[in-house]
């Protein structure tokens, strides 16, 4: 009969939506049981985050695939080590209340190790999960014990970065397009399209006001129509993969030939939109309004909106119309975040989290890049 019954790692949840974001603590424990007296040479629990993307494509007889990784932090702390695993980096031994190391040697029964990391305030990309990519944060638990097979266990942890609206006062500013478009073959006429929004940053959940004056000059009845979708980029050698889904499309009013109308509609966000991504390296995730004037026997004429998605929990003390002009680049790694309450200290038997090494520069979102076909 193995020694060992079971290996577990769990946290705490420090709200309803068992979220964390910059800054924040994240306490747990080690629990390990065991059926009969047992040696240790290793009980570590490390805290790590990643990015990580991959696919494959297919090029005549040769399947190439695209890979590419980003580690943002990884922190090893010891409840037991042995000689051969002393004086690795940052790695640090952990001790109980009382000041003293943990045995190597455990009796029968349920043995639980505490331990508390913190989150990096820096800039950092949410928790996602893609077709082809993924961001995680991780606490792994491992035993090691000599001639025998690592135990591990692990848990994932959900992580909401908090935004930081000062960066991009652009996305807090009212947008409009226009368009005009000659209809031609089976459609005489033109049709004019004028589309404002009050601004182009949504949090879940939130109504996204759309504004649209619509001239119909054509020989057929014409429809406005609203779509919401998602636009998820990956990257890696050099290469990107598109992935687009729609999240919600509406219908509008029927407009008819030769007759001008102006119509005010609120789109709701769905509640469970990823939050928008751009400090990631690897990969994007990015929203479009597509509103378009659907035209029989012709192309529809579009007019496309880069709108950014933020998550609900961190709605600002101040409204957003309220900053200044004069803060820097959204998603930018050199401010701090809005509205941050200065951090907790944490328990003792904690050790502060080192800074992650760099992870590559970011651009913000690209509010101009109207002409792509996505």
């Known amino acids: 009969m193995s020694a060992v019954k079971s290996l577990q790692v769990t946290y705490d949840s420090i709200n309803a939506k068992n979220a964390f974001t910059n800054g924040d603590f994240v306490s747990g424990r080690v629990t390990l049981e065991v059926a009969k007296d047992c040696q ?148 005489s006429g033109s049709v004019a399209m004028d589309v404002n929004l009050e601004k182009a940053a949504f949090y879940q959940g939130e109504g996204l006001k759309v504004m649209t004056s619509i001239q119909n000059n054509s020989s057929r009845e014409i429809k ?68 378009y004037l659907d035209v029989k026997y012709a192309s529809d004429p579009e007019i496309k909106f880069p709108i950014v998605i933020l998550p609900s929990s961190q709605v600002p003390a101040v409204a957003p119309s309220a900053f200044g002009s004069d803060f820097g680049a959204f998603g930018s790694t050199n401010t701090q975040a809005w509205d941050f309450p200065p951090p907790q200290q944490p328990p003792a038997a904690s050790n502060p989290l080192d800074p992650p090494p760099p992870y590559g520069e970011h651009s913000a979102y690209p509010l101009t890049d109207f002409g792509t076909k996505f």
């Open 40 to 187: 240790m040479e290793t009980l570590s629990i490390k805290f790590k985050g990643k990015a990580e993307v991959r696919w494959s494509e297919r090029h005549g007889q040769t399947t190439v695939v695209y890979h590419s990784k980003d580690k943002y932090f990884s922190i090893k702390h010891y409840f037991v080590r042995s000689k051969e695993h002393e004086g690795r980096g940052s790695d640090i031994l952990l001790t109980q209340e009382n000041g003293e190391t943990y045995s190597s040697v455990v009796a029968p029964g349920c043995h639980v190790y505490p331990f508390t990391f913190q989150f990096p305030v820096r800039s950092i990309p949410s928790s996602f999960k893609g077709a082809y990519g993924k961001i995680v944060y991780m606490l792994d638990a491992k035993l090691g014990r000599s001639l025998r097979v690592d135990q591990k266990d692990s848990t994932k942890i959900n992580f909401v970065a908090k935004p930081d609206l000062r960066g991009d006062f652009e996305i807090m500013k009212p947008k409009h397009m226009s368009m005009e478009k000659k209809m031609k073959v089976f459609t």
């Open 224 to 291: 406005a129509k609203y779509t919401v979708y998602s636009k998820h980029s990956f990257f890696a050698k050099g290469k990107r993969r598109l992935n687009t889904k729609d999240l919600l499309k509406e219908v509008g009013d029927s407009i008819a030939p030769s007759s001008k109308e102006n119509f005010t509609r609120v789109i709701p966000i769905p509640h469970d939109a990823e939050p928008s991504i751009a400090n990631c390296r690897i990969m994007k995730v990015e929203y479009r309004l597509r509103v």
